[in-house]
């Protein structure tokens, strides 16, 4: 597992990304539930949408090398 995130952690969005959503986050008049922070997360986003859960945890656990 600590290689999955090792992994993880080199192909992320720059901190800089994230510290801005947050800011947005903190600062936002109305703010939601959920703020996606750079492209991956809103991709992960659109899919949890529109996906069946069954595909979209399979899917997952083929990307970080778990047993499906």
């Known amino acids: 597992m600590n290689a999955v995130v090792r ?7 720059a901190p800089e990304i994230v510290a801005e959503t947050v800011l947005k986050a903190a600062t ?11 492209k991956m997360a809103r991709q992960v986003s659109f899919l949890r ?3 069946p859960a069954s595909a979209f945890d399979k899917s997952l656990r083929k990307q970080n090398g778990l047993p499906v």
Request: charged residues 45%; proline residues 10%; positive net charge.
């Open 7 to 13: 992994k993880a952690m080199e192909k992320g969005d």
């Open 28 to 38: 936002d008049p109305a703010p939601k539930r959920r703020y996606a922070a750079g």
């Open 49 to 51: 949408r529109f996906v």
